[in-house]
Nanobody
Framework: QVQLVESGGGLVQAGGSLRLSCAAS????????MAWYRQAPGKQRELVAR???????VYAGSVKGRFTISRDNAKNTVYLQMNSLNVEDTGVYYC?????????????WGQGTQVTVSS
């Protein structure tokens, strides 16, 4: 089983920056795609960015040019550097990963970390 633990959320003023981290642990044999999603109050969860093992990335249009996703495969950790934050970036950010353990492939979610951007 793969567990994901996020860190790095908090309160920041508009225009500021935050860096989120998500570490995977457990009986991990391999991790494929890792991603960040977010959910604003009253809205559906949406993809923010995803990254493959080889480093290929996809970003939501609303964060392109401001956010950067990266990963350290040796540490099974994914990061999200968020710059030029605005109030629309407020929400709970969730880490997501497709991991292979002894029980097979599974999609795991972290518990979420709150990001609040004040105007």
């Amino acid at each position: 089983q793969v567990q994901l633990v996020e860190s790095g959320g908090g309160l920041v003023q508009a225009g500021g920056s935050l860096r989120l981290s998500c570490a995977a642990s457990g009986s991990i044999l391999s991790i494929n795609v890792m991603a960040w999603y977010r959910q604003a109050p009253g809205k559906q969860r949406e993809l923010v960015a995803r990254i493959t093992t080889g480093g290929s990335t996809v970003y939501a249009g609303s964060v392109k040019g401001r956010f950067t996703i990266s990963r350290d495969n040796a540490k099974n950790t994914v990061y999200l550097q968020m710059n030029s934050l605005n109030v629309e970036d407020t929400g709970v950010y969730y880490c997501n990963a497709d991991g292979l353990s002894r029980t097979g492939w599974e999609t795991s979610w972290g518990q979420g970390t709150q990001v609040t951007v004040s105007s």
